[in-house]
């Protein structure tokens, strides 16, 4: 599985505006919504899933990396949005570090697999340093497209 | 206490996925003891749960836990009941 095969190229944000954890769910799934990828009368169902699984702990998993999900009707496939915090977001991560990259899932539901292999692939993705630095360092959604595709390939 | 491993079955139906990797991790950082988990050719360190969630382990995948330190026989039991626990937690 690559990121560019979820990833939708539409739903990417380099500059997120909220500050606070529904903010960010909030934009990144009304990105998803501009994108296309999912209906807009899903929207507010959605968000009251994502942050219900919030509340069974925060999907923060360190690093300054947030990956909210939910599994929804909505979608038939998985489908992600892409974001990034200049400024950081507390999202209450286990290593109390404040969050600046997004990525935001969301899977069709009784569909356990695609789920388990996108977290794989992006923790292996964002493992290195230097390619979160670089990541965070990009300032429009070609640039993040760009550098995302090109791990994609380097995948065996 | 030296190094010890254990081969366990993943029995979680949803497989090691975000909150059981969250909860795992947790565990693995109360102890003094190195922790590494392998799943195949893939080793990670026990106490990020980017490493466990790059596992991609599944429900019925086998890993091996490895516990290195005064604690690890501790440790090694802790961590087998969260990947030998059937319930989605």
Do not use: W
Not at chain 1, 15 to 33: A, G, M, N, R
Not at chain 1, 36 to 61: P, V
Not at chain 1, 77 to 104: C, P, R, T
């Amino acid at each position: 599985m690559q990121i560019m095969d979820f990833l939708s190229k539409k739903a990417i944000i380099t500059d997120i505006k909220s500050t606070k954890k529904e903010d960010v769910i909030k934009e990144l799934v009304d990105t998803l919504i501009t994108a296309g990828d999912i209906e807009k009368r899903s929207r507010n169902k959605l968000i009251e899933s994502l942050m219900a699984r919030e509340a069974l702990g925060s999907t923060a998993i360190g690093q300054g990396i947030a990956i909210p999900h939910a599994k929804s009707d909505c979608v038939e496939k998985l489908v992600a949005a892409f974001g990034l915090s200049k400024k950081g977001v507390d999202f209450d991560s286990l290593d109390g570090e404040l969050a600046y990259i997004f990525f935001l899932l969301v899977a069709p539901q009784d569909s356990a697999g695609p789920h388990l292999k996108a977290l794989a692939r992006i923790s292996r993705l964002l493992k290195d340093k230097y390619f979160r630095d670089t990541l965070r360092a990009c300032e429009d959604d070609k640039a993040v497209t760009k550098i995302i595709s090109q791990e994609d390939e380097k995948k065996v | 206490m030296s190094l010890v491993k254990k081969q366990l079955i993943v029995k979680n139906k949803s497989g090691l996925h975000a909150r059981p990797a969250a909860l795992f991790v947790q565990v693995a950082n109360k102890f003094e003891s190195r922790i590494t988990v392998k799943r195949d050719a893939e080793v990670v360190n026990g106490k990020s749960i980017m490493g466990i969630l790059m596992l991609g382990a599944e429900k019925d995948s086998v890993i091996i836990i490895e516990a290195d330190g005064e604690d690890a026989q501790e440790a090694l039991e802790e961590l087998g009941k969260i990947i030998s626990n059937e319930e989605d937690k």
